[in-house]
């Protein structure tokens, strides 16, 4: 009874913090509300291993790139996707199904992993809850064998927990995102990439610019929700040539900047 009591508890400082906010982040909405379901996560025969931590973490970043050499676009390309990471323990901050080999292995049926990439509220919801369900019986199999090893093991007991509890982070950042000037970036490294070619002594060579623009969400059953925004620009240039020996000497420059605008 306490553990419901608690679970409740911290579910709705998550509401709160996510209240917080000035927008309505349907990807928010969608993680508190799995969030607050999975709390009565139960499999038949999974005893009294039920989840006491479970936390989504998920990376949402469009990617627009470009590659060139010798003064033409070799490849350009703009793509978004969705990473999750989604982790469930079972048992107790003092002992759980973590810190043993195997402990990610499930055998059971698998499913298309993908994201939907659109902001529905449904699909967002239905990518989580199947997340989540793989978690949670990946995470009762792993408990089960790690009992399993420490009982045919003749081992010390060990007092040091499996996991610290901490104090919840509220942090819903106003994230904005800088749309990619895709023609003139492409414009741009293909001109420079031109350069080379008044070296004939460069036999291959190349230059890359990604502009990633994404956002990172982290929300748990502990009570912490957090958003930010998680933006990177890349440059890179490469040469290579042949000295008189036959010996192949490369060099390399590499820029990055947060802000495309100071690239």
């Not at 009874?1 to 969608?30: E, N």
């Not at 009762?140 to 009992?147: G, I, P, Q, T």
């Amino acid at each position: 009874m306490r553990a419901v009591i608690l679970a409740s508890a911290l579910a709705g400082v998550a509401f709160f913090a996510l209240a917080q906010t000035s927008d309505d982040d349907v990807i928010l909405r969608a993680m508190h509300d799995e969030l607050d379901r999975s709390r009565q996560l139960r499999v038949v025969g999974g005893g009294d291993d039920v989840p006491y931590f479970i936390q989504y973490m998920l990376s949402d970043v469009e990617n627009f790139r470009v590659n060139a050499a010798m003064g033409s676009a070799v490849s350009v390309g703009h793509n978004h996707v969705r990473v999750p990471d989604v982790q469930v323990r079972v048992g107790s901050y003092d002992f759980d199904n973590t810190g043993h080999i195997y402990s990610g292995i499930y055998s059971g049926s698998r499913y298309d992993s993908s994201w939907p990439l659109d902001d529905s509220y449904q699909n967002i919801r239905e990518a989580l809850w199947l997340s989540t369900d793989r978690a949670y019986k990946t995470a009762l199999e792993s408990m089960a064998r790690k009992r399993a090893a420490l009982n045919n093991a003749n081992v010390a007991s060990e007092k040091l927990a499996d996991f610290s509890k901490v104090d919840p982070v509220k942090s819903i950042a106003k994230v904005t995102h800088k749309k990619a000037d895709e023609a003139g970036w492409e414009s741009r490294i293909v001109k420079l990439s031109g350069t080379f070619n008044a070296y004939p002594e460069v036999i291959s060579s190349y230059v890359d610019f990604q502009q990633l623009e994404g956002t990172m969400y982290i929300m748990n059953n502990e009570g912490t929700a957090i958003r930010y925004a998680d933006n990177i620009t890349m440059l890179v240039s490469k040469a290579e040539g042949q000295a008189p020996d036959g010996m192949l000497v490369r060099d390399a420059v590499s820029l990055q900047e947060i802000d495309v605008d100071k690239m």
